[in-house]
């Protein structure tokens, strides 16, 4: 029998609900802007609570995060984020903050500088471990993709650019446009388009490589 598929989505009015490839699953209010599982399972999101305003801490929105068989949500003090994504070995995720700089953050708030400022807006990255971001600046169809390899950062062709990114194996991931395309990206340069206009808005990979997409259909809670 095959494993059933899971996925977790942050809704409109700010709680985060489990997805499974036989339903819907979990609802959690926690006032939740962007949110992400790593591979150990711990549940990372980005709060609606902006922070930066004292000294020493990074603007952006409160980090906080659930452990695997944790039973309450803890903050990161003092690091702000806008995106973020649970990384693919131990309680690590990675996160935009809101200078637009790209960094690593564990559970005990131990952050990794990857980037310069005002670098990426979006993040993802894969179980290979290889990060992944859509640029800041907006180009026609998006903003150009870049991905984080071996200490060093690299851009795709121009012509690559997306809005949506979601990191999957062996040097892949998919991205979607401005256009609504869902399209297949690798650390070659190479780009392969999967659906016509309209399809997808958001998109996401899970440890077993599954592809989950939010389409451009409406439903009635609103996303």
């Keep these: 029998m095959s494993k059933k598929a899971t996925a977790w989505v942050s809704r409109p009015n700010g709680t985060i609900a489990e997805l499974t490839s036989e ?24 709060t609606t609570d902006p922070i930066g305003a004292e000294e020493g801490e990074t603007p952006g929105s409160v980090i906080q995060f659930k452990k695997p ?18 990384g693919p070995k131990g309680a690590k995720a990675y996160i935009v903050d809101g200078n637009g700089s790209v960094l690593s953050v564990d559970t005990k708030g131990k952050t990794e500088l990857l980037s310069e400022t005002g670098f990426a807006r979006e993040v993802s990255v894969g179980v290979d471990g290889v ?36 990191a999957a194996n062996n040097g892949v991931a998919y991205v979607c446009n401005a256009f609504g395309h869902l399209g297949k990206v690798d650390t070659e340069g190479n780009y392969e388009q999967l659906t016509g206009e ?4 958001e998109v996401s990979v899970d440890t077993e490589d599954n592809v989950w997409v939010i389409t451009y259909e409406h439903d009635t809670e609103g996303g």
């Design 23 to 46: 339903g819907p699953g979990e609802v959690v209010d926690c006032n939740a802007s962007d949110l992400s599982v790593g591979a150990d399972g711990t549940v990372w999101i980005v």
């Design 69 to 86: 068989k944790g039973k309450k949500w803890d903050s990161i003090k003092a690091q702000g984020a806008t995106r973020i994504e649970g």
């Design 131 to 166: 990060v992944w971001v859509i640029g800041a600046q907006g180009v026609l169809g998006g903003a150009s993709v870049s991905f984080y390899k071996e200490g060093n950062w690299q851009t795709l062709p121009e012509e690559v650019t997306a809005t949506k990114i979601g």
């Design 198 to 201: 309209n399809f997808a808005r």
